[in-house]
C-alpha cells in the first residue's frame, strides 16, 4: 500500500479560519488537491490521469459557533469530460478537542497560530449545525453560488436539539452522518446538475402517496450555480435503527436450509420474507404509478410502443454480445480457471442461439405491453433493509450509479426492478 504524502502548508493571515477563503484554496497546487483525492473512497477517478484539478467555487457557512465552507473540486480528462465533487471544509487548531482529523487537506499556519483545514463532516460542531440547518432551514451565497438546506415536512422537527452525531464508517461513494436514533443524512461527494432520483422518488413517495415500506424524505441539500443548474448535495431520511441489509440477513438465514443433506426437506425461512417483499414491490409499483400525467408529468404511466420494446432488446444483444466476446478473448488466452474451460467453452459455441432466444423472446410479446412507470432501477437484496421488527424498507432510488441521469429518471417496465430482484434471490442461493 503506498504511503499517504504529507499534507501541504497553507500560509495565512490571522485566524486561521481565512484559511476557508476561496483565495487561500485556489492557491493549493493541482498535484497537492490529487493527492488529497486519491486517498478519498468516494473520489471516482481513481486509475486516471486528469488534465487539470482545481477549486471551482466554495461557499462560506457563518455559522455563530462554526465557521466553514463547501468546496467544489472539479476534475477534468482530456477527453472533454469534467466531474465535480463536494468537499465540506472545517479548520481546526492544533491540540484542540476532536484531536488529529483523518482527511487532511492542508496544514495551516496563520500569524499567530498552527492547525489543519480537513474534511468538515469528522467535525461534531459542523454535524450539528447541518442538523440545524436542516430543521430550519438556511442559504449561503457567495459570488452568486448559494448552498441551500430544507427539510421536507415536518419529519425533522427537533433534529438541531440531538447531540449525539456520527459518520458511519463505511464510506462508499457517498458519506453517511446519523443523528441519534433519528434521522441519517447522506451526503453526495460526486455532483450532477439536475434532479436526483433518490431524492425526487423519495419526495414522491413521502408527500404524494401511501407507501410506508421506504424511509421518509425529511430533507435536502443543494448547491445553486452561477449558470442557473441547481445539483442536490445531501438528502436527510429516517434512521432504522436495529435494520441490516436483506442481503446478509437471507445469507443468514438460509444458510441452515442450503447446508441441509439431500435426503432432508428443512423448512425454507425464507419463503415468508420473499412473498412478503413481493407485496412490498408490487406496492410500491402501484404507488409509482399512481400519479396522472397532469398532476405530475415525471411519475405519469406510459404506454409500452414496439419501438421502446425493441430498444430494451437490442440493449440486451448488446450486452449478451460484449459478454460473450469477453469469455471469448478468455477462452483464446486460456485465461480461466481449467476446470471451467469445458463449460466456457460450450457457452461461446452458443452465441447465435442466445442472440436468437433473446429477438424471440421480444418477438413473442404481441401488443399487449402494459406501462412504463418510475421504478427502482437497481433493485435487489442489497438495496433493502431487513428492519428491527422483521419488515422491509426500500432504499436507494439512484438506479445504476454508472448509467447517465436521464437514464436513471426514465420510465421504465415495473418488471425490470423484478428481475432485478429474482437475480438476487439466484445469487443469494447460489454455492
Same mark, same amino acid.
Given at each position: 500500500?503506498?504511503?499517504?504524502?504529507?499534507?501541504?502548508?497553507? /500560509?495565512?493571515?490571522?485566524? $486561521?479560519?481565512?484559511?476557508?477563503?476561496?483565495?487561500?484554496?485556489?492557491?493549493?497546487?493541482?498535484?497537492?488537491?490529487?493527492?488529497?483525492?486519491?486517498?478519498?473512497?468516494?473520489?471516482?477517478?481513481?486509475?486516471?490521469?486528469?488534465?487539470?484539478?482545481?477549486?471551482?467555487?466554495?461557499?462560506?457557512?457563518?455559522?455563530?459557533?462554526?465557521?466553514?465552507?463547501?468546496?467544489?473540486?472539479?476534475?477534468?480528462? &482530456?477527453?472533454?469530460?469534467?466531474?465535480?465533487?463536494?468537499?465540506? $471544509?472545517?479548520?481546526?487548531?492544533?491540540?484542540?478537542?476532536?484531536?488529529?482529523?483523518?482527511?487532511?487537506?492542508?496544514?495551516?499556519?496563520?500569524?499567530?497560530?498552527?492547525?489543519?483545514?480537513?474534511?468538515?463532516?469528522?467535525?461534531?460542531?459542523? !454535524?450539528?449545525?447541518?442538523?440545524?440547518?436542516?430543521? %430550519?432551514?438556511?442559504?449561503?451565497?457567495?459570488?452568486?453560488?448559494?448552498?441551500?438546506?430544507?427539510?421536507?415536512?415536518?419529519?425533522?422537527?427537533?433534529?438541531?436539539?440531538?447531540?449525539?452525531?456520527?459518520?458511519?464508517?463505511?464510506? *462508499?461513494?457517498?458519506?453517511?452522518?446519523?443523528? &441519534?436514533?433519528?434521522?441519517?443524512?447522506?451526503?453526495?461527494?460526486?455532483?450532477?446538475?439536475?434532479?436526483?432520483?433518490?431524492?425526487?422518488?423519495?419526495?414522491?413517495?413521502?408527500? =404524494?402517496?401511501?407507501?410506508?415500506?421506504?424511509?421518509?424524505?425529511?430533507?435536502?441539500?443543494?448547491?445553486?450555480?452561477?449558470?442557473?443548474?441547481?445539483?442536490?448535495? &445531501?438528502?436527510?431520511?429516517?434512521?432504522?435503527?436495529?435494520?441490516?441489509?436483506?442481503?446478509?440477513?437471507? $445469507?443468514?438465514?438460509?444458510?441452515?436450509?442450503?447446508?441441509?443433506?439431500?435426503? *432432508? *426437506?428443512?423448512?425454507?425461512?425464507?419463503?415468508?420474507?420473499?412473498?412478503?417483499? &413481493?407485496?412490498?414491490?408490487?406496492?410500491? %409499483?402501484?404507488?409509482?404509478?399512481?400519479?396522472?400525467?397532469?398532476?405530475?408529468?415525471?411519475?405519469?404511466?406510459?404506454?409500452?410502443?414496439?419501438?421502446?420494446?425493441?430498444?430494451?432488446?437490442?440493449?440486451?444483444? %448488446? +450486452?449478451?454480445?460484449?459478454?460473450?466476446?469477453?469469455? =471469448?478473448? !478468455?477462452?483464446?488466452?486460456?485465461?480461466?480457471?481449467?476446470?471451467?474451460?469445458?463449460?466456457?467453452?460450450?457457452?461461446? !459455441?452458443? !452465441?447465435?442461439?442466445?442472440?436468437? =432466444?433473446?429477438?424471440?423472446?421480444?418477438?413473442?410479446?404481441?401488443?399487449?405491453?402494459?406501462? /412504463?412507470?418510475?421504478?427502482?432501477?437497481?433493485? =435487489?437484496?442489497?438495496?433493502?433493509?431487513?428492519?428491527?421488527?422483521?419488515?422491509?424498507?426500500?432504499?436507494?432510488?439512484?438506479?445504476?450509479?454508472?448509467?447517465?441521469?436521464?437514464?436513471?429518471?426514465?420510465? %421504465?417496465?415495473?418488471?425490470?426492478?423484478?428481475?432485478? +430482484?429474482?437475480?438476487?434471490?439466484?445469487?443469494?442461493?447460489?454455492?
Amino acid at each position: 500500500m503506498t504511503a499517504t504524502a504529507a499534507p501541504p502548508t497553507l /500560509r495565512v493571515h490571522d485566524p $486561521l479560519e481565512a484559511a476557508l477563503a476561496i483565495e487561500a484554496l485556489t492557491s493549493l497546487r493541482q498535484d497537492e488537491l490529487l493527492a488529497f483525492l486519491q486517498h478519498r473512497r468516494w473520489f471516482g477517478a481513481k486509475g486516471r490521469t486528469p488534465s487539470s484539478v482545481r477549486i471551482a467555487t466554495a461557499v462560506p457557512l457563518r455559522w455563530e459557533t462554526l465557521r466553514a465552507t463547501i468546496a467544489v473540486i472539479e476534475v477534468a480528462f &482530456g477527453s472533454g469530460r469534467i466531474e465535480r465533487y463536494q468537499l465540506p $471544509l472545517a479548520v481546526r487548531r492544533e491540540g484542540a478537542e476532536g484531536g488529529e482529523p483523518r482527511a487532511v487537506l492542508a496544514r495551516v499556519e496563520s500569524d499567530r497560530e498552527r492547525g489543519v483545514l480537513f474534511d468538515a463532516t469528522e467535525d461534531a460542531t459542523f !454535524r450539528r449545525q447541518l442538523a440545524a440547518a436542516l430543521e %430550519h432551514s438556511a442559504t449561503f451565497e457567495d459570488r452568486g453560488t448559494r448552498w441551500v438546506a430544507e427539510p421536507v415536512g415536518e419529519g425533522a422537527t427537533g433534529l438541531g436539539a440531538i447531540v449525539d452525531t456520527k459518520v458511519v464508517a463505511s464510506e *462508499q461513494s457517498n458519506t453517511s452522518i446519523i443523528f &441519534g436514533d433519528r434521522a441519517i443524512l447522506k451526503v453526495f461527494r460526486r455532483l450532477e446538475a439536475g434532479e436526483n432520483p433518490d431524492v425526487e422518488i423519495s419526495r414522491f413517495l413521502t408527500l =404524494h402517496t401511501d407507501f410506508r415500506n421506504a424511509p421518509p424524505l425529511l430533507g435536502t441539500l443543494r448547491l445553486e450555480a452561477t449558470d442557473g443548474t441547481s445539483s442536490v448535495t &445531501g438528502m436527510l431520511q429516517q434512521f432504522l435503527p436495529g435494520s441490516s441489509d436483506a442481503w446478509r440477513s437471507t $445469507l443468514g438465514s438460509s444458510r441452515p436450509f442450503f447446508a441441509a443433506p439431500a435426503d *432432508q *426437506q428443512p423448512a425454507n425461512p425464507f419463503r415468508a420474507d420473499a412473498e412478503r417483499l &413481493g407485496t412490498i414491490t408490487r406496492e410500491l %409499483h402501484e404507488a409509482l404509478a399512481s400519479r396522472p400525467a397532469h398532476e405530475d408529468p415525471a411519475f405519469a404511466p406510459v404506454p409500452i410502443t414496439p419501438a421502446d420494446l425493441e430498444r430494451w432488446s437490442a440493449a440486451v444483444r %448488446h +450486452m449478451a454480445e460484449d459478454a460473450l466476446a469477453l469469455l =471469448h478473448d !478468455r477462452l483464446v488466452a486460456r485465461a480461466l480457471p481449467p476446470n471451467r474451460m469445458p463449460e466456457a467453452t460450450i457457452v461461446a !459455441r452458443r !452465441r447465435e442461439d442466445y442472440l436468437a =432466444h433473446i429477438s424471440a423472446m421480444g418477438a413473442g410479446l404481441g401488443g399487449a405491453l402494459g406501462e /412504463r412507470i418510475r421504478h427502482h432501477g437497481d433493485y =435487489h437484496l442489497g438495496q433493502v433493509l431487513r428492519t428491527a421488527d422483521g419488515d422491509f424498507m426500500v432504499i436507494d432510488f439512484e438506479g445504476e450509479p454508472a448509467r447517465p441521469l436521464a437514464e436513471r429518471r426514465a420510465p %421504465h417496465s415495473p418488471l425490470r426492478d423484478v428481475a432485478g +430482484m429474482l437475480r438476487s434471490f439466484a445469487y443469494a442461493a447460489a454455492p
